[in-house]
């Protein structure tokens, strides 16, 4: 398939996207219801993962999910459990779900409305409430598993659709996750310090490592499938309406996110996963121009690298964010760019990424999103299979949230990987094997209590291109879709 053809596939569900939104506001007037990886070319192999957030009904940051990368902060309707502290999000990015006290839980004719009272937390457990005390810490668990129709129960079965669920017919704790952090906060006058730790263990700690330069963290695995990470190690000094992070931290890039509260569905996005970096190590400033307008710039040392800058990456991080009147309406665009690294460790090449994300909320628990994803990477030297790499694609959002305890969902998403360099697995599938991949995927959560969080989902996947790379046996595809149930638990604590 050529790239014309390729682009028209991708042109089509971004129309149907966007026809979502009209439906989605003729449906909120109705009643409400009564209740490891591919990645860039890496030199010698080819690294996984990445992501951003999805948070509660916001006028809060979400400390315990607690990205940085809040462009695109819809939808609000998943992270009611969570603590919130709304200045980081709105001094750092400058998005807001717009929803007021009136799409809160018990409108909307809501009969499940706050029935747990707020959400237990181990800190107020052990050391009570106390005036004045800032930093803050806790975090979750997260365990599930993924069935295919392939009949394929080994530790790749679900590859290359999986990322972080590529084992299946296994329940696997993905993360155990703890964290510490004090929020900068200003109020747009003064100043303020804060800082942030986080620390995973489970299925998912082996993707989350610094594996762009085998730097920091990487060496951490417990075997099997199993390891460990410290994704976020930063501090933060702010000022009036400015501020600067200094460290290891989370990506500004995308939608999706590595913490699994910070998700609607248990499964990833290809572009998320494949197409995007998780970490940066750098320093990175913003600055709230206005109510509307927010913009950030910094340096990095490339993607998903540790402190010693092993691979010598120097990459441009920036964005900037556009808020409408009403904060209903956000409208993100951010770009990372520059020397990707000189393949002495990892990675390897010139970088250039963009994404571009929309959000909007509609009334009474509605929420649209789409996003799109550009990444190019040249001067790759020979002999790595590909002097270049190319992937682009778009994913759409629908979101509904039914009352404090249920919620629905829909994805949609095309991914083109344009020379086969990204979605092959360490071999899982033949590199250099151009190609689009679908997937659409449709999903529950249930809330039963303020602290628990279960996501059923089913997910179809195909792919139009040279060769098979779903149902991978001895390391070779043989089918072009996959479909697949999968559901997940989130305790949070």
Request: aromatic share 14%; glycine share 14%.
């Amino acid at each position: 398939m050529n790239k014309m053809s390729s682009y028209g596939h991708g042109l089509t569900i971004l129309a149907a996207a966007l026809m979502w939104l009209p439906a989605a506001a003729a449906l909120s007037a109705l009643p409400a219801a009564q209740s490891a990886s591919g990645r860039p070319y890496h030199e010698g192999d080819v690294p996984y993962y990445e992501g951003e957030i999805a948070a509660e009904e916001m006028e809060t940051f979400d400390l315990q999910a607690g990205f940085m990368s809040g462009d695109e902060m819809f939808p609000a309707i998943l992270n009611s459990s969570l603590p919130l502290d709304h200045s980081a999000l709105n001094h750092h990015w400058g998005c807001d779900s717009g929803c007021g006290d009136s799409q809160g839980p018990g409108s909307c004719g809501d009969p499940c409305a706050d029935p747990c009272g707020g959400p237990w937390r181990l800190q107020d457990a052990l050391i009570g409430c106390r005036e004045g005390d800032r930093i803050e810490w806790g975090g979750w668990i997260q365990g599930g598993l993924r069935i295919n129709d392939q009949g394929n129960t080994t530790q790749v079965g679900n590859a290359p659709s999986g990322g972080f669920t590529n084992a299946a017919n296994e329940f696997h704790l993905h993360q155990l996750w703890i964290y510490a952090g004090r929020v900068a906060e200003t109020c747009g006058c003064g100043t303020d310090w804060g800082f942030r730790f986080d620390y995973v263990f489970g299925a998912d700690g082996p993707d989350t490592q610094a594996s762009g330069d085998r730097g920091w963290d990487t060496e951490w695995d417990a075997g099997g499938q199993y390891g460990s990470a410290v994704p976020q190690l930063y501090f933060e000094a702010a000022w009036n309406d400015g501020y600067m992070i200094v460290g290891h931290f989370f990506t500004p890039m995308g939608y999706e996110v590595v913490p699994a509260p910070g998700n609607f569905f248990f499964t990833h996005s290809y572009q998320q996963y494949y197409g995007e970096p998780f970490t940066h190590t750098g320093v990175l400033f913003g600055y709230q121009l206005n109510d509307h307008w927010s913009v950030k710039a910094g340096y990095t040392l490339g993607w998903d690298s540790g402190f010693n800058n092993a691979n010598d990456a120097h990459t441009f991080l920036g964005g900037v964010t556009w808020t409408s009147q009403d904060e209903e309406t956000c409208l993100s665009y951010a770009v990372n760019a520059g020397r990707f690294g000189d393949g002495s460790v990892a990675n390897v090449g010139d970088i250039y990424l963009h994404s571009v994300v929309l959000s909007h909320v509609f009334g009474c628990g509605w929420t649209a999103v789409i996003q799109h994803d550009l990444g190019i990477q040249t001067n790759i030297p020979l002999p790595s299979p590909a002097d270049e790499a190319e992937w682009y694609g778009v994913s759409a959002y629908l979101l509904k949230q039914i009352n404090s305890c249920w919620s629905a969902g829909a994805r949609l998403e095309w991914f083109r990987d344009d020379r086969g360099t990204l979605v092959n697995l360490r071999g899982l599938v033949p590199a250099l094997v151009a190609g689009d991949y679908y997937e659409a995927t449709l999903g529950l959560n249930w809330k039963p209590h303020a602290n628990l969080t279960l996501r059923p989902e089913l997910r179809y996947d195909w792919y139009d291109g040279a060769g098979s790379p779903f149902d991978p046996v001895g390391g070779v595809g043989t089918a072009n879709s996959l479909f697949s149930f999968a559901v997940d638990l989130i305790v949070t604590f």
